[in-house]
């Protein structure tokens, strides 16, 4: 079965991200992890190849008890330390930090970034790579 891995904490971002998957590519499923660390303990443990990573930036907690979710930053980061095994769809909107994101895995990785995600307005990039 192929499979998304994806970093958001935005259950709306979230369940759109699902219907889009769902309609386009039935067959496909998400993972998601919503704080950094969750993210990279299950990619380090992962036992088949994703056909696409999804990467934001900005992580928020739920509440002010909530430990430190991290950011896109640190996955990109630990990302480019590893061998790329399949493409990366970067989609936030906060344009520094996705372009420090991709400037950071640009050696070996196969980036494309898609800031319309927030507004529902193209969905073409994760329909391309989601095959």
Same mark, same amino acid.
């Given at each position: 079965?192929?499979?998304?891995?994806?970093?958001?904490?935005?259950?709306?971002? @979230?369940?759109?991200?699902? =219907? @889009?998957?769902?309609?386009?590519?039935?067959?496909?499923? @998400?993972?998601?992890?919503?704080?950094?660390?969750?993210?990279?303990?299950?990619?380090?443990?992962?036992?088949?190849?994703?056909?696409?990573?999804?990467?934001?930036?900005?992580?928020?907690?739920?509440?002010?008890?909530?430990?430190?979710?991290?950011?896109?930053?640190?996955?990109?980061?630990?990302?480019? =330390?590893?061998?790329?095994?399949?493409?990366?769809?970067?989609?936030?909107?906060?344009?520094?930090?996705?372009?420090?994101m991709?400037?950071?895995?640009?050696?070996?990785? =196969?980036?494309?970034?898609?800031?319309?995600?927030?507004?529902?307005?193209?969905h073409?990039?994760?329909?391309?790579? =989601?095959k």
């Open positions: 079965m192929h499979y998304l891995v994806m970093l958001e904490d935005d259950l709306d971002r @979230i369940r759109r991200f699902n =219907a @889009i998957v769902a309609t386009h590519h039935p067959g496909v499923r @998400i993972d998601v992890c919503r704080p950094a660390p969750a993210f990279i303990a299950a990619y380090s443990t992962l036992t088949s190849t994703p056909c696409l990573i999804c990467l934001d930036h900005d992580l928020f907690v739920d509440s002010p008890d909530d430990p430190d979710p991290g950011d896109g930053r640190d996955v990109s980061t630990f990302l480019a =330390a590893q061998d790329a095994i399949c493409p990366v769809l970067i989609h936030s909107t906060n344009a520094p930090a996705a372009d420090s991709i400037l950071s895995m640009r050696a070996g990785w =196969a980036i494309e970034l898609l800031r319309s995600v927030m507004t529902g307005s193209n073409t990039g994760i329909l391309m790579l =989601a």
